[in-house]
Structures are given as structure tokens and as C-alpha cells.
């Protein structure tokens, strides 16, 4: 199972929305609504931000969503904040009964 | 407070053996499957297996099929991954993370729970 594709990093100022994209194919990401979100500070736990494509944990600011096109996810930031610093990842469940994970996007707060 | 802690990490030599586990509290353990998930050092996340909340249903990675083992311990509250025949790029921080969704027989829920993460170093 090749790992989901997300961009190495993106950027934006405070105040500023960015989108993390995550495309798998059919037998993923296009196959199911379990598509999740994760934050990880550097040296930290990863932290859940979204799951089941587009729904918020309770304590996730609504500054995060969640939306699914086809094979490809995306992560949406609005309002950049500098604590949003931070490596995301989107993760699938496959037709397999396995998880996958995509590589991974740095986030720059500007 | 809900807590996953894993323990049993260390430095072994290619080949050897060890065996992590992950103490759970704050939560209904047995209702909840459970995975084990590594990170190498300055890379993604890796998802490795899976054990249903009943420890009757188990998925693996094809990269760790056949040499790591996932179980459970639900009266010790406690998820262990036996791993054999490791390998150098076997190193890696190690977690292990709670399933969201109660009764899950798969690996389809997020992980909303994550443990610290425990250090692998298979070196010679």
C-alpha cells in the first residue's frame, strides 16, 4: 500500500487560509469516508484534527475543516495563527482493512 | 484522564527481539480497538497494526507482516507488539493510539488517543 500523497510544505501569513491536499485512489481515500486529520508538533504526539472526512473533535478550533473530492482530501486552515505551525497528516482506512498514512506537509506560519 | 503510556523501547541488534506495550487508563479498554504506529527518525508516520477491542481481529502492514505481533490484555488494560527478526530501518519512535469508535472491528476509525511514543534503535 503506497503512502497517500500530500505536498512536502506549504506556507501562509497570519490571518491567511491555506488547503493541504491528500490523494490516494479508489481503494482509499476514494473508497471510504474515513479519511482523518492529524497535527504534530515537533517532538510530540500526533494530535486528531479531523475525522471521517470532514468532522471536528470537540476542543478542534472551527478554524479547521475537512472535504473530500473523489481520490483527494483536503485540509483547510482559515485564520492562520502561529501555533498553527506544525507537520500534518492525512490517514485512510483501505480496501485492504489497513490504515494509510500520507507523507506528511510542514506547515510555515509566515 | 484518558492516558495511553508505552514502555519497553531501547537498542537491540539487527535480528534480536523486544516487546513494547502500552498501559491504557481513563477509558473502557476492552471496548476499544487499538493500533501501534512508528515514526523513523525525521519521517512520516507509519501505521503498523491493528487488534480489534476483543484482541479476535488483527491487520498488519505487509512491511511488519510476519515478524511483529499485536495482543492485548484487556484485564491488564494493557496492548503489547512483539517484534522479531528487526531490522535497522525498524528504528523509529513507536506509539500506540486508541480507535475512536467504540466496538470497532476494523482499522476504519480515527485515532483520537495517542501514547508519547516509546524509541526503537536496532544497531549494531
Known sequence: QSALTQPASVSGSPGQSITISCTGTSSDVGGYK???WYQQH???AP???IYDVSNRPSGVSNRFSG???ANTASLTISGLQAEDEADYYCSSYTT???VVFGGGTKLTVL | QVQLVETGGGVVQPGGSLRLSCAASGFTFSSYGMNWVRQAPGKGLEWLAFIRYDG????????VKGRFTISRDNSEKTLYL???SLRAEDTAVYYCAKVQEVWSVAGTGAFDIWGQGTMVIVSS
Not at chain 2, 479476535?56 to 512491511?63: P, T
Open chain 2, 82 to 84: 512483539q517484534m522479531n
Open chain 1, 67 to 69: 472535504s473530500k473530492s
Open chain 1, 96 to 98: 485492504s482493512s489497513t
Open chain 1, 42 to 44: 515537533p517532538g510530540k
Open chain 2, 56 to 63: 479476535n481481529n488483527k491487520y498488519y502492514a505487509e512491511s
Open chain 1, 34 to 36: 474515513f479519511v482523518s
Open chain 1, 47 to 49: 494530535k486528531l484534527m
